[in-house]
T-cell receptor, first 110, second 112 residues
Framework: GEDVEQSLFLSVREGDSSVINCTYT??????LYWYKQEPGAGLQLLTY?????DMKQDQRLTVLLNKKDKHLSLRIADTQTGDSAIYFC??????????FGDGTTLTVKP | DGGITQSPKYLFRKEGQNVTLSCEQN?????MYWYRQDPGQGLRLIYY???????QKGDIAEGYSVSREKKESFPLTVTSAQKNPTAFYLC???????????FGPGTRLTVL
């Protein structure tokens, strides 16, 4: 079945780069997403990547996809305190649904 | 402004009562979803609908019901059969091939 796994916590210093990792199991995944959730709020789409790509860059965000290893990462350059949040990895399969990981809580220390 | 709204933001109910959570979108999206989020956990899919007048059970549909009579609206009823209904409920919609989901602000339901 579908499963998405992420490490639960990451702590970095302001100005450093953050790298959040995710693994998934469904080889039929068509799109992979990164969402951000701030306390008490809904999820906000940050970026997504199509499964035939291996990298996508959008300002401070870089997504790397290793389809062979079913590994996805999100790199945030020059991390700011406003980046503190929970980050969810998700995949969309051919069945049309999305499966979400449990989220990585990013803490940015000044 | 286009978006997805959920109401109310906070909801308190007594045990044994049914309660309906509202979700409305004006994004003209065909697909809509309901998720449940418990503290420190990810999202679990309750129900989803890919088109008006049709919906499917997700991973944890027991104790919940939905309707999709209009494209814009996808209300969720939490019934008394749901054993542990206190949670944060998120509604989302999506359209297009890439399937990215747009989320509402959530409703926090507390059953006393």
């Amino acid at each position: 079945g579908e499963d998405v796994e992420q490490s639960l916590f990451l702590s970095v210093r302001e100005g450093d780069s953050s790298v959040i990792n995710c693994t998934y199991t469904d080889s039929s995944s068509t799109y992979l997403y990164w969402y951000k959730q701030e306390p008490g709020a809904g999820l906000q789409l940050l970026t997504y990547i199509f499964s035939n790509m291996d990298m996508k860059q959008d300002q401070r965000l870089t997504v790397l996809l290793n389809k062979k290893d079913k590994h996805l990462s999100l790199r945030i350059a020059d991390t700011q305190t406003g980046d503190s949040a929970i980050y969810f990895c998700a995949e969309k399969t051919n069945a049309g649904k999305s499966t979400f990981g449990d989220g990585t809580t990013l803490t940015v220390k000044p | 402004d286009g978006g997805i709204t959920q109401s109310p933001k906070y909801l308190f109910r007594k045990e044994g009562q049914n309660v309906t959570l509202s979700c409305e979108q004006n994004l003209n999206h065909d697909a809509m979803y309901w998720y449940r989020q418990d503290p420190g956990q990810g999202l679990r899919l309750i129900y989803y609908s890919q088109i008006v007048n049709d919906f499917q059970k997700g991973d944890i549909a027991e104790g919940y019901s939905v309707s999709r009579e209009k494209k814009e609206s996808f209300p969720l009823t939490v019934t008394s059969a749901q054993k542990n209904p206190t949670a944060f409920y998120l509604c989302a919609s999506s359209a297009g091939t890439s399937g990215e989901q747009f989320f509402g602000p959530g409703t926090r339901l507390t059953v006393l």
